[in-house]
């Protein structure tokens, strides 16, 4: 089968940095997106990685090993604004092969 | 502004009674796919389309229907709904090719109910 594991919920405080991690088994590998998603709201994209490594783009950072089926967002100085649902998701073939994870809701607190 | 939107929003339904969710895109996109989100699921795909009358399913396509007659637009029609069919339904497209990275861009989204 095909799995993509992520924590389902996470908390951390204003400010902070918090990473929310990912592991994935699947049939290939042509890429792995983070999405993030505001309560009723579409996914917007926030990340792409295919080579190991890490991709930063801002306060945001996106960490690939491809060899541990692993990956992890990174969000540094948190805002209220990023309490979310984070999704993961792996290219696991052509462009419409695409797997989700079930997301990560994060709430950032005061 | 590049966007992708779906009609209508939100949808309370009858079981049995045809509906047809409309998804339309500005972004001369040949990709579009259709989602359903359930909580603890994530986003599995119904139906994607490749290009104007290419179509194929995808992991949960039964009871459901989709074409594409224009490039533009890719409605999902349910034919005799049920409340199983009750969910958050998503259209996405992208732009297509060799390799490289194609982001999804998603619409905002419809909430169907089923009763």
């Known amino acids: 089968g095909q799995n993509i594991d992520q924590p389902t919920e996470m908390t951390a405080t204003e400010g902070a940095i918090v990473q929310i991690n990912c592991t994935y088994q699947t049939s290939g590998f042509n890429g792995l997106f983070w999405y993030q998603q505001h309560a009723g709201e579409a996914p917007t994209f926030l990340s792409y990685n295919v080579l190991d490594g890490l991709e930063e783009k801002g306060r945001f950072s996106s960490f690939l090993s491809r060899s541990k089926g692993y990956s992890y967002l990174l969000l540094k100085e948190l805002q209220m604004k990023d309490s979310a649902s984070y999704l993961c998701?792996?290219?696991?073939?052509?462009?419409?092969?695409?797997?989700f994870g079930a997301g990560t809701r994060l709430t950032v607190k005061p | 502004e590049a966007q992708v939107t779906q009609n209508p929003r939100y949808l309370i339904t009858v079981t049995g009674k045809k509906l047809t969710v409309t998804c339309s895109q500005n972004m001369n996109h040949e990709y579009m796919s259709w989602y359903r989100q359930d909580p603890g699921l994530g986003l599995r795909q119904i139906y994607y389309?490749?290009?104007?009358?290419?179509?194929d399913k995808g992991d949960v396509p039964e009871g459901y229907k989709v074409s594409r007659k224009e490039k533009r637009n890719f409605p999902l029609i349910l034919e005799s709904p049920s409340p199983n069919q009750t969910s958050l339904y998503f259209c996405a497209s992208s732009l297509t090719g060799l390799g490289g990275f194609y982001e999804q861009y998603f619409g905002p989204g419809t909430r169907l109910t089923v009763t």
């Open positions: 389309s490749m290009n104007v009358e290419v179509t």
């Open positions: 998701a792996v290219r696991a073939g052509g462009i419409h092969d695409m797997r």
